[in-house]
């Protein structure tokens, strides 16, 4: 099978959150099955000169954007047996960050119509083009309405993956025509329109031939009025081709026995490095250095959506326990200033890093007890799956694959990997923290639990199989999908 992923970020390259990651992992492990991807992103002037020294320059076109011809560049990279191709207009995309400008709509309105364009161009006519989130929406649509007559593309079929669906990509009625080059036929409530605007995800669901989220528990969410960003009828109407796979992590790159971001290695049969860790951590942030109290360790967006509003709430509470809290990430202004102040108030008790630090974010994890993650709603999530596999067992709560991946721990029947909680409440919050602290002054519970996540398989190799099953079955499909 022959794949193409269009995505607007992917680790190495560039990365502002978990999808970059996605983009990195999964195709390498969909190579070692035996299908060729590639994946072509922006690119953007922030990536780094080494990587761009690398690439070389396929070929160059031009792009009909609306009533503008925007010149389109593509260089090609190979890394880890996996080609990358590279979208390159600078007006486009060398700027200071990925997204928030205002002329997004056009920024991405050029990118999908550049991939399509690029598959004649680079002579790779892919069985699945596979599309993620809203920045990459409108290659299903208009690969329906458009391209799917050009010679060579008519087999083609297409994959939508949510990776938050409370971002759409919604842009004012004038893109339609400006920016895409579609006449008002499109301005439907059946295709495009939403809410006077236009929107690039739903056209992505309203015509793509499978729809994916990153979990099976927010597959079923996402159709109910709570979660569905007002999509979730939409979702309803297209169930049938609504899948939830679960992501995974890069086993290479977050592994205790192979991680060079720690002080000591270890593993799950010999976890005397992970009390190493430990104690650097203690001391690198200026706590007591002592075995006996748990590390709670957060590494998150600092967002009401990754429940730091619920942490606010009873923070004074926590605090007066006997253990001791480290806070990693940056975000809302409000949250960066209460951590800061709540240093001073609880000096030998409670640090915060505010920014972020890839290899302090590695150490944190391998020194970690417990890591908390009170999530409002969580497509997926990644700290939970990392913080497993460094042994750090999870407190989270019951909501999109925080549910699928972490099973509350029953102490009547040895059963579970972590500890969670249903309402998104302060105070069941703090209970759940109470009751997993208490566990962890019991040295044979805690060993079983500590064992028990970090043995436990997330990585990509399982989401790569489903993938690919998904790709055979969809290219077995004698018609695609129709709207």
Same mark, same amino acid.
């Given at each position: 099978?022959?794949?193409?992923?269009?995505?607007?970020?992917?680790?190495?390259?560039?990365?502002?959150?978990?999808?970059?990651?996605?983009?990195?992992?999964?195709?390498?492990?969909?190579?070692?099955?035996?299908?060729?991807?590639?994946?072509?992103?922006?690119?953007?002037?922030?990536?780094?000169?080494?990587?761009?020294?690398?690439?070389?320059?396929?070929?160059?076109?031009?792009?009909?954007?609306?009533?503008?011809?925007?010149?389109?560049?593509?260089?090609? +990279?190979? !890394? &880890?047996?996996?080609? *990358?191709?590279?979208?390159?207009? @600078?007006? %486009?995309?060398?700027?200071?960050?990925?997204? #928030?400008?205002?002329?997004?709509?056009?920024?991405?309105?050029?990118?999908?119509?550049?991939?399509?364009?690029?598959?004649?161009?680079?002579?790779?006519?892919?069985?699945?083009?596979?599309?993620?989130?809203?920045?990459?929406?409108?290659?299903?649509?208009?690969?329906?309405?458009?391209?799917?007559?050009?010679?060579?593309?008519?087999?083609?079929?297409?994959?939508?993956?949510?990776?938050?669906?409370?971002?759409?990509?919604?842009?004012?009625?004038?893109?339609?025509?400006?920016? +895409?080059? !579609? &006449?008002?036929?499109? *301005?439907?409530?059946?295709?495009? @329109?939403? %809410?006077?605007?236009?929107?690039?995800?739903? #056209?992505?669901?309203?015509?793509?031939?499978?729809?994916?989220?990153?979990?099976?528990?927010?597959?079923?969410?996402?159709?109910?009025?709570?979660?569905?960003?007002?999509?979730?009828?939409?979702?309803?109407?297209?169930?049938?081709?609504?899948?939830?796979?679960?992501?995974?992590?890069?086993?290479?790159?977050?592994?205790?026995?192979?991680?060079?971001?720690?002080?000591?290695?270890?593993?799950?049969?010999?976890?005397?490095?992970?009390?190493?860790?430990?104690?650097?951590?203690?001391?690198?942030?200026?706590?007591?250095?002592?075995?006996?109290?748990?590390?709670?360790?957060?590494?998150?967006?600092?967002?009401?959506?990754?429940?730091?509003?619920?942490?606010?709430?009873?923070?004074?509470?926590?605090?007066?326990?006997?253990?001791?809290?480290?806070?990693?990430?940056?975000?809302?202004?409000?949250?960066?200033?209460?951590?800061?102040?709540?240093?001073?108030?609880?000096?030998?008790?409670?640090?915060?890093?505010?920014?972020?630090?890839?290899?302090?974010?590695?150490?944190?994890?391998?020194?970690?007890?417990?890591?908390?993650?009170?999530?409002?709603?969580?497509?997926?999530?990644?700290?939970?799956?990392?913080?497993?596999?460094?042994?750090?067992?999870?407190?989270?709560?019951?909501?999109?694959?925080?549910?699928?991946?972490?099973?509350?721990?029953?102490?009547?029947?040895?059963?579970?990997?972590?500890?969670?909680?249903?309402?998104?409440?302060?105070?069941?919050?703090?209970?759940?923290?109470?009751?997993?602290?208490?566990?962890?002054?019991?040295?044979?519970?805690?060993?079983?639990?500590?064992?028990?996540?970090?043995?436990?398989?997330?990585?990509?190799?399982?989401?790569?199989?489903?993938?690919?099953?998904?790709?055979?079955?969809?290219?077995?499909?004698?018609?695609?999908?129709?709207?």
């Amino acid at each position: 099978m022959k794949v193409l992923f269009a995505v607007s970020e992917c680790v190495p390259f560039i990365k502002t959150g978990g999808l970059a990651d996605v983009a990195g992992s999964l195709p390498k492990e969909l190579k070692r099955l035996g299908t060729d991807v590639r994946v072509i992103l922006p690119k953007y002037g922030m990536i780094s000169d080494s990587y761009k020294k690398q690439m070389k320059k396929v070929t160059s076109f031009y792009v009909q954007l609306g009533w503008r011809m925007q010149y389109c560049g593509i260089e090609e +990279l190979k !890394l &880890d047996d996996v080609t *990358f191709y590279f979208v390159d207009n @600078e007006y %486009y995309f060398k700027r200071d960050q990925l997204y #928030g400008f205002y002329d997004d709509g056009e920024r991405f309105g050029f990118f999908n119509r550049a991939v399509l364009e690029a598959i004649e161009k680079i002579g790779f006519y892919p069985d699945v083009i596979h599309c993620h989130d809203w920045h990459t929406g409108m290659i299903p649509f208009l690969y329906k309405v458009e391209y799917q007559k050009r010679n060579g593309y008519g087999l083609i079929r297409t994959v939508f993956t949510i990776h938050n669906l409370q971002f759409q990509g919604i842009m004012p009625k004038e893109t339609l025509q400006d920016i +895409l080059g !579609l &006449d008002e036929r499109y *301005f439907h409530i059946d295709q495009l @329109e939403f %809410y006077g605007n236009i929107n690039f995800m739903k #056209g992505a669901i309203v015509a793509a031939d499978k729809i994916t989220t990153v979990s099976p528990t927010y597959r079923n969410e996402i159709q109910t009025e709570y979660y569905g960003e007002k999509l979730n009828h939409l979702l309803i109407k297209r169930d049938e081709d609504l899948d939830g796979i679960l992501n995974g992590i890069d086993d290479d790159m977050y592994h205790p026995l192979k991680d060079s971001s720690l002080v000591q290695s270890y593993s799950a049969d010999d976890l005397q490095g992970k009390a190493i860790n430990k104690a650097e951590i203690q001391r690198k942030f200026a706590l007591p250095v002592n075995s006996d109290i748990p590390l709670l360790v957060m590494i998150t967006r600092l967002t009401r959506q990754k429940g730091l509003d619920l942490v606010q709430c009873v923070f004074d509470e926590l605090l007066s326990d006997h253990l001791q809290m480290i806070v990693l990430g940056s975000g809302d202004a409000s949250f960066e200033h209460f951590f800061r102040e709540m240093e001073h108030f609880y000096p030998t008790k409670f640090k915060a890093y505010i920014g972020f630090d890839e290899d302090l974010a590695h150490r944190l994890y391998a020194g970690a007890d417990l890591f908390l993650m009170p999530s409002q709603f969580e497509p997926c999530g990644l700290g939970q799956l990392i913080a497993m596999k460094y042994g750090a067992i999870p407190i989270v709560r019951e909501t999109g694959g925080l549910n699928d991946t972490v099973h509350s721990f029953n102490e009547a029947t040895n059963e579970g990997n972590g500890f969670s909680f249903t309402h998104f409440n302060a105070h069941d919050m703090l209970h759940t923290i109470r009751r997993a602290s208490s566990f962890y002054q019991n040295e044979d519970v805690w060993d079983l639990l500590v064992k028990r996540a970090m043995n436990m398989d997330y990585s990509w190799a399982q989401s790569a199989f489903k993938y690919n099953r998904l790709y055979s079955e969809l290219i077995s499909r004698s018609e695609s999908h129709v709207f």
